[in-house]
């Protein structure tokens, strides 16, 4: 088992990361200054492949823990869900002295961080996420929340869980179109921070395809150092953090244009990111080179859904929406090298319609 | 004008106090480095009152302002609200770079306040109090939410203020039923903290029912130094903020049993510090002289309404929903004599019952 901790004022945290970690969760929370009244909160789909065991191993340690399934998938993650779960944690008696528990990926995790950020004003919780994006992104930073319309992530708190717990063999289960997205956000840290991971990724690309529970679990952990050094410098996102937004606005804009239906997360990320590096080209001197390397990897990792009908004018229209914005302008994370960003808010619409229309035709 | 200092690292802020201070306001910010896009929140009827000048007074200063109208009363104290506020900043632009202004009461300001917490997980938000218990409490420390069915607060945020402007001249306003109830939470200071000011109270309660403008602006400061001096050392209620409850756990276990009918929150907290008095007399050796002072002192600010037809039983269970609980145990603020208070989660229901028996049949 390997730990990663991340330091924050008064709210440090441990990010545990091993195989086989999942069997050892009740035993390691014991050992821990922890919540004994628990709320596991997982989707059916989670629950039925890991809940079961989970929920006796905790109740042989000694846990009083209490299940809550949400319904699944983005379009779940609402306040109604979140309403569900309020309504789960008056009638099982929590109170501030409980915890939540997240076991399952982005979507979960968000909705209980979001949930156990603004019951009863804050009570803690734990992650245990169980996909690729949630075990190097978003179970780490304390970002939660969930969108309103068609907004992502348009109501949220930051909110530091008191533990993140990442087992990489839960990957083993994952749909291979779910674990290729999550493939993005990983060769997204080499891009913004770490050119040497960036080669070994491209260098062990097969191993991971295959999963491989030692480079995924090396892996995992070069993510969340990142990860955790830049949201302990930076936990409010005003500046550092936003470089984790690399591909992002573009992103978030496609994904709002198809109302979030045929693409998944990490899908929008790689058209975003292939996007961000012709910008990159364009206004920040990224070399021919790098911006052609960037984007092959990308396209390596696999097959992306086609966007081509999805008009560049409404991607671009809903960039606008995005909540990075200041100021009334758009920000984006473009790259000056492999490894180095630069943010900017003065790029016209005209060439972010440019730079979407130039992946827009990939495949 | 008077400015009372709340420090909390990385976010103090100031508590503006003085009469005509309204009028000021939009010079009063534009003179500080804060948002330019604002978003004013009230109630249809203190827009009536002060919305149209202040709109105008902050456009005239450069500000650009958008109302939003939200209903008035705790029934509409709900995340239905909060969702209507939120579909308003999308749809009016805001981004990070706006604030909300919250101008009325404490409903008002606890619902703004959470929908400034909450959006983009976090935006700037000032709070102009228009009714007593506003100015002396709810505006100040950061608490914001809203209910959950009948859990009152049970949904909510730590989310300090940027700036707390208060005009003791539009309590002018207030209706009388209103202005008492929130004299209550005034005593309690007294009660908790300060037993020369309690004296000060009582031989000014003439003063203070005729509004006189320097007894209230003395009044109001008060006040905010204790609120701001308790929950600068503790914003997160872990021990000491608790303090702040006294009345309340019984206070709002009757407002939950009459579902917020017929009762006001400070004419409930009235019936839980009187039930506490007795409580200490008990428990902590509070002096009979004391017990009958403090409940004398609270019955000569005005008539309450009959709560004999409510059964102590349905109060008592409502308790033990309270939010303060700790453990499945019921915590409650006691006296150990006027100004000194003695925080015990060791009484058990037979004794709150008997407590609360003492003063129900008062009038």
């Known amino acids: 088992m390997k730990t990663v901790q991340v ?4 709210r440090s945290y441990d990010i545990l990361i091993g195989s086989g970690l999942l069997a050892d969760f009740p035993k390691l929370l014991r050992d821990r200054k922890t919540a004994r009244r628990l709320f596991l909160v997982s989707n059916p789909a989670v629950h039925e492949l890991y809940g079961g065991t989970l929920m006796r191993g905790l109740a042989d340690s000694g846990f009083r823990v209490s299940e809550i ?3 699944d998938g983005e379009s779940h993650k609402t306040l109604r869900t979140v309403e569900q779960i309020y309504g ?5 008696g929590a109170d501030r002295s409980s915890a939540l528990v997240a076991l399952g990926g982005g979507v979960t995790g968000d909705i209980a961080g979001f949930a156990a950020a603004t019951f009863m004003r804050g009570i803690p919780y734990i992650q245990i996420p169980t996909t690729v994006v949630a075990q190097v992104d978003s179970s780490v930073g304390g970002k939660t929340g969930v969108n309103h319309g068609l907004a992502k992530n348009m109501v949220g708190s930051f909110w530091q869980p008191s533990l993140v ?9 994952l749909p291979q179109r779910e674990f290729q997205s999550g493939l993005y956000e990983v060769f997204k840290y080499g891009l913004i921070r770490d050119a040497g991971f960036f080669d070994w990724l491209n260098a062990s690309l097969e191993e991971i395809q295959a999963r491989n529970a030692p480079v995924m679990q090396r892996l995992i952990r070069r993510c969340c150092q990142i990860k955790a050094e830049v949201t302990a410098r930076d936990e409010r996102e005003s500046d550092l953090r936003r470089i984790l937004n ?3 606005t573009f992103g978030h804009g496609l994904e709002s244009a198809v109302r979030f239906e045929g693409v998944t997360h990490g899908e929008a990320i790689a ?3 292939m996007a961000a590096a012709h910008l990159s080209h364009w206004r920040t001197g990224l070399s021919r080179e790098s911006r052609d390397r960037a984007v092959q990897s990308i396209r390596e990792i696999g097959p992306l859904p086609a966007i081509d009908a999805v008009p560049t004018s409404r991607v671009v229209e809903a960039m606008k929406r ?3 914005r200041r100021n009334q302008r758009t920000v984006v994370v473009l790259l000056a090298a492999i490894g180095i960003t630069e943010i900017r808010d003065d790029i016209p619409d005209r060439d972010l319609a440019r730079a979407w229309d130039q992946v827009k035709q990939l495949k």
């Not at 789960?88 to 099982?92: P, R």
């Open 69 to 71: 399934l949400i319904p």
């Open 165 to 173: 717990c990442i087992d990489p063999e839960t990957l083993l289960s």
């Open 246 to 248: 690399l591909g992002h």
């Open 271 to 273: 058209y975003g990111m």
């Open 88 to 92: 789960q944690l008056v009638s099982g």
């Open 7 to 10: 330091s924050l004022p008064g």
């Open 322 to 324: 995005d909540k990075k």
